[in-house]
């Protein structure tokens, strides 16, 4: 059975770096031809995905969020990565790490439990 | 304000049967597939349908997808109360080169 989760700092100072990692296990990031997204929901609002990372490293993101998202992984320990930097109280949210059910369907039904994030001095 | 649009209700009495639209453009509902998820209160979406109207394993066959043109749809018959959830769609966007959601539309089953 394959499970994410995610882990990282619960609340990060504005203009810090939010930094967040998807520990997957049950199946290998390397393995299908997946991508593995990131997606955020801000409180009381719609989902807006973040990006996603292929296991060779290649990465797809959000034009809004691309200036201050990096989005890494690293097949050894089975995880990826997302940083995303200058954070502000817009960036609230809770943090998901996902992988979709074929490779290119980009319809996600692997998701993890969720990172609430809150940005605050 | 989401490329894909959603009314943000929709309510219905049990038994009954509700559909949720999502409205799009060319570059993502008109030619790519589209997914819907279900959320419930404080839980990560729970993906229903994928490839526009292809059912998770394990969904009931109470819920389907259908699109037309640059319209999705999401059909849910035989209502019931632990159906009341907020409903995404989400599609590839092919100009953006995004994954794009729906705002979402919280089902009330009355």
């Known amino acids: 059975q394959v499970q994410l989760q995610e882990s990282g700092p619960g609340l990060v100072k504005p203009s810090d770096t939010l930094s967040l990692t998807c520990t997957v296990s049950g199946a290998s990031v390397s393995s299908g031809d997946f991508y593995w997204s990131w997606i955020r929901q801000a409180p009381g609002k719609g989902l807006e995905w973040i990006g996603n990372?292929?296991?060779?490293?290649?990465?797809i993101y959000n034009a809004s969020l691309k200036s201050r998202l990096n989005i890494l992984i690293d097949t050894s320990k089975n995880q990826f990565f997302l940083r995303l930097n200058s954070v502000t109280a817009a960036d609230t949210a809770v943090y998901f790490c996902a992988r979709e059910i074929e490779s290119g369907a980009l319809a996600f039904n692997l998701w993890g439990r969720g990172a609430p994030v809150t940005v605050s001095s | 304000q989401s490329v894909l649009t959603q009314p943000p209700s929709v309510s219905a009495a049990p038994g009954q049967k509700v559909t949720i639209t999502c409205s799009g453009g060319s570059s993502n509902i008109g030619n790519n597939h589209v997914a819907w998820y279900q959320q419930l209160p404080g839980t990560a979406p729970r993906l229903l349908i994928y490839?526009?109207?292809e059912r998770l394993s394990g969904v009931p066959d109470r819920f389907s997808g259908s699109k037309s043109g640059t319209s999705a749809t999401l059909a849910i018959t035989g209502l019931q109360i632990g159906d009341e959830a907020d409903y995404y769609c989400?599609?590839?966007?092919?100009?953006?080169?995004?994954?794009?959601f729906g705002g979402g539309t919280r089902l009330t089953v009355l």
């Open positions: 989400g599609t590839w966007d092919t100009r953006l080169s995004e994954v794009m």
């Open positions: 490839d526009t109207k």
């Open positions: 990372v292929y296991y060779r490293g290649t990465t």
